[in-house]
């Protein structure tokens, strides 16, 4: 059973935006690739198992919240879950802030 998300809007790093005008380097997911997605400020990283009509069923890999650290859950999200990732809620994964 998936555990229904309702994901952040992926905003500046959507996925879909970036390959709007260039489809022939678009990757379709494959199972074991990692994605990305944002979750009430959270970035997500989901193992892809699965993929059909647009949308990634995985397991939550990985939580990491705004502070930067990796947590066990974030709102109703826990590492380990279920969901499904629809391709236009993909992000690209935040850059890290240079602490120079």
């Known amino acids: 059973m998936h555990k229904h998300i309702e994901w952040d809007a992926p905003g500046g790093a959507s996925v879909d935006a970036h390959y709007a005008k260039d489809e022939q380097h678009r990757v379709t997911p494959q199972p074991g690739m990692m994605l990305t997605a944002r979750y009430h400020g959270a970035t997500v990283r989901v193992q892809v198992e699965a993929y059909k009509d647009g949308v990634s ?44």
């Open 57 to 100: 069923i995985g397991k939550v890999a990985a939580l990491i919240g705004d502070d930067g650290e990796r947590h066990d859950s974030h709102g109703d999200l826990a590492k380990g879950d279920m969901v499904r990732l629809p391709d236009d809620k993909r992000a690209f994964q935040a850059s890290e802030d240079d602490e120079d």
